[in-house]
């Protein structure tokens, strides 16, 4: 599932006051619609997860810039490189199992500017014998062919 994330904007807070308690509470706002920019990046995360549950790394790896300044940084290694980050992901990804069904959670989407955003959220495998899942920030560039992931850095919980 892959949504992201708006916090509507509220104020909250307790003020202890002569012996008096006053409360500020906004009424609670629609979250403003989502920008062209950020159902662009979630459509394209959306993508990626499908080519991933259907076994095709190649298809997932489409969401990354085709480029040697990509950087992957996952289990304390960093990885540079488009053709390097995809050879990683079939070592370690040899097969349908060892892939498993990947979802996208909890996406907060940051536009940065008109070309660049970011965007954190969690992670998860389902697979036969394991779940395991994690946290992960993406740094994003709009290019010529739509927005691409230039920078990953993704961990696992433990």
Known sequence: MIAAL???RDCTAGLLLAGATWFCALPAAEPAPASPAVREITALLATQAAAWNRGEIDGFMQAYAQTDDLRFASGGDVTYGWRQTRA?????????????????????????????ALVFGHWQLIREKDAPHGLFTLTLKKT????RIIHDHTSSAP
């Open 88 to 116: 990683r992901y079939q070592q370690r990804y040899a097969d349908k199992a060892a892939m498993g069904t990947l979802s996208f959670s909890d996406l907060v989407v940051t536009e940065l500017a008109p070309d660049a």
């Open 144 to 147: 010529l062919v739509g927005w």
């Open 6 to 8: 708006h916090r509507p």
